[in-house]
């Protein structure tokens, strides 16, 4: 890692984690409409998504925006593991309890853990659908014969057709559901978003957009365990 990036100020850090936040947070309800067709909304949901992934993959400007959205989460990444080891520094005696529970809210506190949760999550996505797309690992294996390295939806149905895969599943989207509950507001003030008429609007929509995204992701598997 460079030593100009460690050195560069909290704010500085704070700053583009916040930027790459939130660009991240615009892919995903777009990542969502797409998934959601996996379930049957419509007679034809399955050609819609067929569509939709090719689009995605084969799309030029979408190529450019992959790099775009990768380069992002990894400074997303970076920036957040580099802040937490910096605040461990300056505080390596922990608060009280008491103490604690007035200044940060639960989500806040265990932002490193929920971080870790998605990322888990995200190597086990890039397992199972990008690098099978690349080339670089097989197809899930199920029920549901995958046509080519671009045929996502039978490789959903076959993940989600494995009960420990989608309680793991969910378990995870529920972890990203709790990061973005503050990372949403948070960005925002990282940005010098604070204004006492804007913040309350601003956290509003931060838990609906986080509930709504949760609630989105787990109904997937969800509906393949109750069958």
Not at 21 to 44: A, D, K, Q, R
Not at 50 to 77: D, G, Q, R, W, Y
Not at 101 to 111: G, I, L
Request: with cysteine; proline share 5%; hydrophobic share 55%.
């Amino acid at each position: 890692m460079s030593k100009s990036v460690i050195m560069l100020s909290s704010l500085t850090k704070k700053f583009l984690m916040a930027f790459a936040g939130l660009f991240l947070v615009m892919f995903l309800p777009v990542h969502l409409g797409i998934n959601l067709f996996i379930l049957p909304l419509t007679e034809n949901h399955v050609e819609i998504f067929k569509e939709a992934v090719h689009f995605m993959t084969t799309n030029p400007l979408i190529k450019v925006m992959e790099i775009v959205l990768f380069s992002a989460l990894f400074l997303h990444m970076i920036f957040g593991v580099i802040l937490w080891f910096e605040n461990r520094q300056a505080r390596p005696v922990g608060y009280k309890v008491s103490q604690k529970s007035k200044v940060y809210s639960p989500a806040s506190r265990f932002m490193i853990h929920t971080g870790i949760m998605v990322f888990i999550f995200l190597v086990l996505h890039f397992i199972n659908f990008y690098f099978v797309k690349l080339g670089l690992t097989s197809a899930p294996a199920g029920p549901n014969v995958a046509v080519d390295n671009h045929d996502f939806y039978n490789m959903a149905l076959n993940l989600f057709s494995q009960p420990m895969y989608s309680i793991l599943y969910v378990v995870l989207i529920c972890g990203l559901g709790v990061h973005l509950h503050h990372a949403f507001q948070s960005a925002f003030q990282s940005l010098g978003l604070n204004h006492p008429i804007y913040t309350p609007v601003i956290k509003g929509v931060g838990l609906v957009y986080s509930i709504v995204i949760t609630a989105g992701f787990i109904s997937i598997p969800i509906f393949f365990m109750l069958q």
